[in-house]
């Protein structure tokens, strides 16, 4: 049984920085196991960031690009994205998830954490 864990939220001002993380037990290594990050704003839209796989290049949602990083360590057991530059757009609820497919797109993720609150402020 797969199961996320976030953590690493908090309030910051705006051109702060934050790095959350996302431990991850229970992945079958038949699986491809795709992680990536969303995020749900004031409209609870769930949108998503970035994604990452064993290799290759990782992917992420055009408004972020060049601030936030993605990757894995810890073994691939921990998921992280690091911030930097963040603006008050970026405000939500940040949710971890895994899944087989390479996408931006929430339905090809089938396991997701509780999320993780980030706020900035002006």
């Known amino acids: 049984q797969v199961q996320l864990m976030e953590s690493g939220g908090g309030s910051v001002q705006a051109g702060g920085s934050l790095r959350l993380s996302c431990v991850a037990s229970?992945?079958?290594?038949?699986?491809?196991?795709?992680m990536a990050w969303f995020r749900q704003g004031s409209d609870n839209e769930r949108q998503g960031v970035a994604a990452?796989?064993?290799?290759?290049?990782?992917m992420y949602v055009a408004s972020v690009k060049d601030r936030f990083t993605i990757g894995r360590d810890g073994a691939n057991n921990t998921l992280y994205l690091q911030m930097n530059g963040l603006r008050v757009e970026d405000t939500g609820v940040y949710f971890c998830?895994?899944?087989?497919?390479?996408?931006?797109?929430?339905?090809?993720?089938?396991?997701w954490g509780q999320g993780t609150q980030v706020t900035v402020s002006s």
């Open positions: 229970g992945l079958d290594p038949s699986e491809p196991n795709v």
């Open positions: 998830a895994t899944g087989k497919y390479f996408s931006l797109r929430p339905r090809d993720f089938g396991t």
């Open positions: 990452v796989h064993r290799l290759g290049a990782p």
